[in-house]
């Protein structure tokens, strides 16, 4: 509880007491939320973007627009239907296959993010997926819902503040502007999740 000092409508001064908000970093998206069952965990965000779905549409699916906002990965993303993802990413050294599982234009994107073991996910991550979710929001928004599922708790426990670190940036580029630097940001977001 936080005490203060007001003044009522009256003159009068009165001590008052109100319980303090949740603490937020300043300039966050909403956070997102980690749901454990069982053996397995799964990371759900839902972001509001300030762009037609056609445009954030293009910068989760086309190759190029991706590695924009998700720097540390090189390779091939084929996001259409049938396509294929075979990634390493730079930092971690973390091999990632898939396959497109779902593809409906402007609406879903589902793709499989299966880790290959390594020193950082020794048993890797072999049935991971990821799903975009796109619904226009008026005339010129889009709500955007990404879940990634079939993760392991503690891998879940460790996505959740890259994936707000990486949606972060996706804004960023989406509105024209330097993407803050990822190991910064998920610094900085760590701490709620």
């Known amino acids: 509880m936080k005490e203060f000092e ?9 001590l008052s007491s109100i319980e303090e908000p949740e ?11 980690v749901t454990i069952e069982g053996e397995y965990g799964t990371i759900k965000f839902e972001r509001r973007f300030e762009h037609p779905k056609e445009i954030v549409w ?4 086309d190759q190029e627009k991706i590695f924009k ?6 390779g091939t993303f084929e996001g259409h239907n049938n396509g294929k993802i075979d990634l390493l990413n730079t930092v971690s050294g973390s091999h990632i296959t ?12 589902e793709h499989e993010w299966f880790i290959a073991p390594n020193q950082m996910f020794p048993k890797g991550e072999p049935e ?3 799903r975009w979710e796109l619904k226009q929001d008026g005339d010129s928004n889009t709500v955007v819902t990404i879940t990634h599922s079939h993760l392991t708790k503690s891998t879940a426990m460790t996505f959740a503040p890259g994936w707000h670190a990486y949606l972060d940036r ?11 630097n990822w190991s910064q940001r998920f610094a900085e977001v760590k701490e709620l999740y």
Do not use: C, H, M
Request: charged share 20%.
């Open 6 to 14: 007001t003044t009522n409508k009256n003159g009068i001064q009165q």
């Open 23 to 33: 603490r937020r970093l300043t300039n966050t998206p909403p956070k997102g939320t």
């Open 58 to 61: 293009e910068a989760v699916t």
């Open 69 to 74: 906002w998700l720097p540390d990965y090189k």
């Open 98 to 109: 898939g396959n497109v599982l779902a593809y409906e234009l402007y609406r879903i994107f």
């Open 128 to 130: 991971s997926v990821i």
């Open 170 to 180: 996706l804004e960023a580029v989406l509105d024209s502007q330097i993407p803050p």
